[in-house]
């Protein structure tokens, strides 16, 4: 018989250039690759529709998503209110599958008496309460840091709705321990994140400029990012790049009097591919333990030597994958040791030997598809 799945989605899964619509779109595609029929439910914001995405799915809807003052006058999270619509929960009740809610963000109806029946499975991308914190902390503007500490307060007061999956889909080892102890009656299972590589791709040899990357539009990444510029690439006597999408004019300014330090705006997926495979090195620091870095997950598939901070790797299992290095000073002499060594092919495939299967899309596909369909 036939398999099918609604997918809710908190934003349009394409194009898969950030962060859990990455995870989102390639689970998909991974599902789809088992014969999955999957019923797409996506709210649209600040993306296009795409309709690269029929070729995967068997139907896809789209919901407007309601921002702005009157959404985030509600008790609820604003990002949970502001995707609620009777459009969806109609369209839900038309049949009688599973429900996939990715990430909190998705799960207004995850607790409605009229889905009762129905499996339901949450996907966790983060421990929300805990990241609007640490986005709080980021944040040098009044009116967004305060946004971010009563969101903050609203997720931890409505995570108490998850009791009402059946099975939770962890990113990481820490984030599963955290549920474990806050439900300790659900099925809960570590499923580290879907990503866009079935294959190691990293080069062999050695380069000559060092690289950070992610969404720069992000609190957290601006403050990662003006901490490297600052304290670690302004003080290396290499060529560094800074790759990321929505760069604010802070960082920008500030990259701008060092002429070693250079920005790639909105680069494109290929220019991307190209800088991750290129680079000697990827600095990658973060500073709040939230989750699982994709960009991390991407950098030791497809790149060279990783420089990675506790943080970055917590909760991961990747850490064996990095140098680690958590202070400015150890940065810097790791740099200046890595920038001689080129990677060979035999350090690569041991990489490789390491990865497969635990992070291999193939594998975590076909253990979704047995939880969803093959366990009671």
Same mark, same amino acid.
């Given at each position: 018989?036939?398999?099918?799945?609604?997918?809710?989605?908190?934003? +349009?899964?394409?194009?898969?250039?950030?962060?859990?619509? +990455?995870?989102?779109?390639?689970?998909?595609?991974a599902?789809?690759?088992?014969?999955?029929?999957?019923?797409?439910?996506c709210?649209?914001?600040?993306?296009?529709?795409?309709?690269?995405?029929?070729?995967?799915?068997?139907?896809?809807?789209?919901?407007?998503?309601?921002?702005?003052?009157?959404?985030?006058?509600?008790?609820? #999270?604003?990002?949970?209110y502001?995707?609620?619509?009777?459009?969806?929960?109609?369209?839900?009740?038309?049949?009688?599958?599973?429900?996939?809610?990715? /990430?909190?963000?998705?799960?207004?109806?995850?607790? @409605? #008496?009229?889905?009762?029946?129905?499996?339901?499975?949450?996907?966790?991308s983060?421990i929300?309460?805990d990241?609007?914190?640490h986005?709080?902390?980021?944040?040098?503007?009044?009116?967004?840091k305060?946004?971010?500490?009563?969101?903050?307060?609203?997720?931890?007061?409505?995570?108490?709705?998850?009791?009402?999956?059946?099975l939770?889909?962890?990113?990481?080892?820490?984030?599963?321990?955290?549920?474990?102890?806050?439900?300790? @009656?659900?099925?809960?299972?570590y499923?580290?994140?879907?990503? #866009?590589?079935?294959?190691?791709?990293?080069?062999?040899?050695?380069?000559?400029?060092?690289?950070?990357? /992610?969404?720069?539009?992000?609190?957290?990444?601006?403050?990662?990012?003006?901490?490297?510029?600052?304290? *670690?690439?302004?003080?290396?006597?290499?060529t560094?790049?800074?790759? /990321?999408?929505? #760069?604010?004019?802070?960082?920008q300014?500030?990259?701008?009097?060092?002429?070693?330090?250079?920005?790639?705006a909105?680069?494109?997926?290929?220019?991307?591919?190209?800088?991750?495979?290129?680079?000697?090195?990827?600095?990658?620091?973060?500073?709040q333990?939230?989750?699982?870095?994709?960009?991390?997950?991407?950098?030791?598939?497809?790149?060279?030597? +990783? *420089?990675?901070n506790?943080?970055?790797t917590?909760?991961? /299992?990747?850490?064996?994958?990095?140098?680690?290095?958590?202070?400015a000073?150890?940065?810097?002499r790791?740099?200046?040791?890595?920038?001689k060594?080129?990677?060979?092919?035999t350090?690569?495939?041991?990489?490789?030997n390491l990865?497969?299967?635990?992070?291999?899309?193939?594998?975590?596909?076909?253990?979704?598809y047995?939880?969803?369909?093959?366990?009671?």
């Amino acid at each position: 018989m036939d398999k099918y799945l609604n997918i809710i989605s908190f934003n +349009i899964p394409w194009p898969a250039n950030y962060g859990g619509i +990455i995870d989102v779109f390639y689970k998909i595609k991974a599902l789809h690759q088992l014969g999955v029929k999957i019923i797409l439910h996506c709210f649209e914001y600040e993306r296009p529709q795409a309709p690269e995405l029929e070729a995967l799915c068997e139907k896809v809807y789209y919901y407007k998503r309601h921002t702005g003052i009157v959404a985030n006058m509600t008790l609820l #999270p604003y990002n949970v209110y502001s995707r609620k619509s009777p459009e969806l929960i109609a369209n839900l009740l038309k049949n009688e599958y599973p429900i996939l809610f990715e /990430g909190l963000h998705s799960c207004y109806y995850i607790n @409605d #008496p009229r889905l009762k029946n129905r499996k339901k499975i949450y996907r966790e991308s983060n421990i929300e309460h805990d990241y609007f914190r640490h986005l709080a902390i980021a944040e040098k503007n009044l009116i967004k840091k305060t946004f971010f500490l009563v969101e903050a307060f609203r997720f931890e007061k409505y995570q108490k709705v998850l009791k009402h999956a059946d099975l939770m889909l962890t990113v990481s080892t820490s984030d599963t321990e955290y549920l474990q102890k806050a439900f300790p @009656d659900k099925s809960i299972e570590y499923m580290p994140s879907f990503h #866009p590589n079935d294959q190691i791709t990293a080069q062999p040899g050695q380069s000559d400029f060092i690289l950070y990357h /992610g969404k720069l539009s992000v609190a957290e990444n601006t403050q990662a990012a003006l901490f490297l510029v600052k304290h *670690v690439f302004s003080q290396l006597p290499y060529t560094c790049m800074i790759a /990321g999408m929505n #760069p604010p004019a802070e960082l920008q300014k500030v990259i701008a009097y060092h002429p070693n330090i250079h920005l790639e705006a909105n680069p494109s997926k290929e220019r991307m591919n190209q800088l991750t495979q290129e680079a000697q090195i990827h600095v990658l620091i973060t500073f709040q333990a939230t989750g699982l870095k994709l960009k991390l997950l991407n950098s030791i598939f497809a790149g060279r030597h +990783i *420089v990675a901070n506790h943080l970055m790797t917590a909760g991961s /299992g990747l850490e064996q994958f990095c140098h680690i290095a958590d202070t400015a000073d150890e940065i810097i002499r790791t740099c200046n040791q890595l920038m001689k060594q080129p990677i060979d092919e035999t350090s690569i495939q041991q990489r490789e030997n390491l990865l497969f299967p635990a992070f291999s899309n193939k594998n975590q596909g076909e253990r979704l598809y047995q939880l969803i369909y093959e366990k009671s």
